[in-house]
């Protein structure tokens, strides 16, 4: 069940009490969730001894008493989901932050807007619980793999081993917002199903990603041209997959809000002259 919004908590372990403290301010001020602050290694044990219902955590990965990354291992040992901030990057820490179960993302302290960007990141995650996604993927250990990183950023996430089921899952479901679909499976193929799809739900609707280990041009182009909005080649970085998603997202999203502003009043919301004239 989402967590609700008004009632959310945010873990903060940062051992720079500017940054602590802003991270503390802005989260208020911008989201209105409260922050808990705690700023080494042995606080965050203690205070999750008793204490372990948070949304999510934000982790400075190095701490005086606790530079191996240890603090991010005890943030997840408690099933709280961590955003890892660093002051350092390279491909071996990356690699070593990714690997961990739960872990959501990575935020570079040195970003010129740091404090922004976290800020957005948090939003973003409590928003990812009203979004649902389906999978369609016929290998049980690759929809598993997406399933589990589609939960680690919060989404709700339906599941099909088929094409066919896929649809009879998006019929019962209008509400889903993105399908993520395998090109080889039985019964009715990534192709077909995207074509079924789009009989019944528009772009403006709808967002498909296709995702295939046949990686040639002609099917990206196939998969596109049918009407699915991105396509990805496996192996893909799930950083990279969380990313499209993302993107494809706020797409669906500026798509809605630019359609509600041609049909409905700013202020009242009230439907316009232009939906009456058009649906009439």
């Not at 240890?70 to 955003?83: Q, W």
């Not at 369609?136 to 599941?159: F, G, H, I, M, N």
Request: hydrophobic share 45%; no cysteine; glycine share 4%.
């Amino acid at each position: 069940m989402a967590a609700r919004a008004d009632n959310l908590r945010i873990l903060v372990i940062e051992d720079a009490r500017y940054y602590a403290t802003m991270l503390k301010k802005r989260i208020k001020s911008v989201l209105g969730y409260d922050a808990v602050l705690t700023y080494s290694y042995a606080g965050a044990k203690e205070l999750l001894q008793t204490d372990t219902d948070y949304f999510l955590a934000l982790v400075d990965l190095v701490l005086p008493d606790s530079e191996d990354g240890g603090i991010l291992d005890l943030v997840i040992s408690k099933d709280i989901s961590p955003i890892v901030i660093t002051g350092n990057y390279d491909d071996a820490l990356r690699e070593k932050i990714l690997s961990k179960k739960k872990v959501i993302d990575y935020i570079f302290k040195q970003e010129a807007q740091f404090f922004k960007v976290t800020t957005d990141l948090i939003g973003k995650i409590v928003r990812n619980q009203d979004i649902k996604i389906l999978i369609a993927e016929d290998s049980p250990p690759q929809r598993l793999k997406l399933k589990k990183l589609l939960e680690t950023q919060k989404y709700q996430v339906l599941e099909a081993a088929d094409g066919a089921a896929a649809f009879r899952i998006a019929e019962a479901n209008p509400d889903i917002k993105l399908v993520l679909t395998d090109y080889n499976m039985p019964v009715v193929d990534g192709f077909d199903l995207v074509k079924m799809l789009r009989k019944i739900y528009d772009k403006d609707q709808l967002t498909i990603i296709g995702i295939s280990a046949e990686g040639s041009s002609g099917l990206s182009a196939k998969f596109l041209k049918l009407g699915a909005n991105d396509f990805l080649t496996k192996p893909y970085a799930a950083e990279e997959l969380v990313a499209r998603i993302t993107q494809n997202l706020e797409m669906l999203d500026m798509v809605e809000t630019l359609k509600n502003l041609s049909i409905k009043d700013p202020l009242t919301k009230l439907y316009n002259r232009r939906y009456f004239f058009e649906e009439g």
